[in-house]
């Protein structure tokens, strides 16, 4: 089975930069993605992992380490908008998607 | 290029009755993937088909159950309402069901309270 673990909630002020942490334990491994969720929307994609390492995308940024069932999400420059949970989802061996619980992520002014 | 879409988008119901959801993949996607998502839990995988076959299935009780039909659109049930069924479901599809980078897309959701 998954065991996906992430914290609840965080909050951070606009312009400031905050990292979530996706810990997981899996049978087998094809893949970390994280999502946003806005409250009331549906979730939509954000960034996607397989190998270890930093992948960038504009203000967003996202780490693996395979070796440790670890990830993050960096987010930069935090703006408003951004106020949403933010869900890690670990693609298993039988390439299921398991998803954690989520970070509510709340931007202050 | 129209998303994945639900109906209904709310459906009331009371114990004991059967719901019916329906999901629309995006045109060109075989998998359709349901997700059951409680107020304040994260999303539990329920079901997961592709090329009209199941190919795997969450934890639930047997009472949750669907199909794919031929044009890759897919229909979840779930028999015998309990309270606990109160939840959001909601649909994803992707293009590939075994892909490895191959992202979800999901719908908007139907909102299901049981009374």
Same mark, same amino acid.
């Given at each position: *089975?998954? =065991?996906?673990?992430?914290? !609840? %909630?965080? !909050?951070?002020?606009?312009?400031?930069?905050?990292?979530? =942490?996706? !810990? #997981?334990?899996? @049978?087998?491994? =094809?893949?970390? &993605?994280?999502?946003?969720?806005?409250?009331?929307?549906?979730? !939509?994609?954000?960034? #996607? =992992?397989?190998?270890?390492?930093? %992948?960038?995308?504009?203000? &967003? @940024?996202? &780490?693996?380490?395979?070796?440790? *069932? #670890? @990830?993050?999400?960096?987010?930069?420059?935090?703006?408003?908008?951004?106020?949403?949970? #933010?869900?890690?989802?670990?693609?298993?061996?039988?390439?299921?998607?398991?998803?954690?619980?989520?970070?509510?992520?709340?931007?202050?002014? | 290029?129209?998303?994945?879409? +639900?109906?209904?988008?709310?459906?009331?119901?009371?114990?004991?009755?059967?719901?019916?959801? $329906?999901?629309?993949?995006?045109?060109?996607?075989?998998?359709?993937?349901?997700?059951?998502?409680? /107020?304040?839990?994260?999303? +539990?995988?329920?079901?997961?088909?592709?090329?009209?076959?199941?190919?795997? $299935?969450?934890?639930?009780?047997? $009472?949750?159950?669907?199909? +794919?039909?031929?044009?890759?659109?897919?229909?979840?049930?779930?028999?015998?309402?309990?309270?606990?069924?109160?939840?959001?479901?909601?649909?994803?599809?992707? $293009?590939?069901?075994?892909?490895?980078?191959?992202? /979800?897309?999901?719908?908007?959701?139907? +909102?299901?309270?049981?009374?």
């Amino acid at each position: *089975g998954q =065991n996906i673990d992430q914290p !609840t %909630e965080m !909050t951070a002020t606009e312009g400031a930069i905050v990292q979530i =942490n996706c !810990t #997981y334990q899996t @049978s087998g491994f =094809n893949g970390l &993605f994280w999502y946003q969720q806005h409250a009331g929307e549906a979730p !939509t994609f954000l960034s #996607y =992992n397989v190998l270890d390492g930093l %992948e960038e995308k504009g203000r &967003f @940024s996202s &780490f693996l380490s395979r070796s440790k *069932g #670890y @990830s993050y999400l960096l987010l930069k420059e935090l703006q408003m908008k951004d106020s949403a949970s #933010y869900l890690c989802a670990v693609r298993g061996g039988d390439y299921k998607l398991s998803f954690g619980a989520g970070t509510t992520v709340t931007v202050r002014a | 290029e129209a998303g994945v879409t +639900q109906s209904p988008t709310h459906l009331i119901k009371t114990r004991g009755q059967q719901a019916t959801l $329906r999901c629309s993949p995006i045109s060109g996607h075989t998998s359709v993937y349901w997700y059951q998502q409680a /107020l304040g839990l994260g999303l +539990q995988f329920l079901l997961w088909y592709d090329e009209g076959e199941e190919r795997n $299935r969450g934890n639930f009780p047997p $009472r949750f159950s669907g199909r +794919q039909f031929p044009n890759y659109s897919s229909e979840l049930n779930v028999n015998a309402l309990e309270l606990e069924d109160s939840a959001l479901y909601l649909c994803a599809s992707s $293009r590939i069901g075994q892909g490895v980078n191959e992202k /979800l897309f999901f719908g908007s959701g139907t +909102q299901l309270s049981v009374l």
